[in-house]
């Protein structure tokens, strides 16, 4: 399990450069969610369990951010890996 801190995210590209360094993209990373849906369905190998901390923040600062990650991860889940798991507090 991998925990990532998202609390104090403040936009989007922060978002997206915490994504590549928990989650050890690689350095040509896009930077959007489009590479984020490539990185972690050929890039790289997700954990089986991702924990996010600060998601209401997250939520607050960062919506559509926020919506476009989880609906990632719930299409990466039932794509790919059922066994998968987010939370996401």
């Known amino acids: 399990?991998?925990?990532?801190?998202?609390?104090?995210?403040?936009?989007?590209?922060?978002?997206?450069?915490?994504?590549?360094?928990?989650?050890?993209?690689?350095?040509?990373?896009?930077?959007?969610?489009?590479a984020f849906w490539d990185a972690i369905t050929g890039l790289v190998q997700i954990p089986d369990h991702l924990h996010f901390v600060g998601w209401a923040q997250l939520g607050e600062h960062v919506p559509y951010g926020a919506t476009m990650l989880q609906q990632a991860l719930d299409r990466y889940q039932s794509q790919y890996r059922p066994e998968f798991v987010a939370e996401y507090v």
Do not use: C, K
């Open 1 to 34: 399990m991998i925990t990532i801190d998202v609390g104090a995210v403040g936009d989007e590209r922060e978002l997206h450069a915490l994504l590549a360094v928990t989650l050890r993209f690689p350095s040509f990373y896009g930077m959007n969610w489009d």
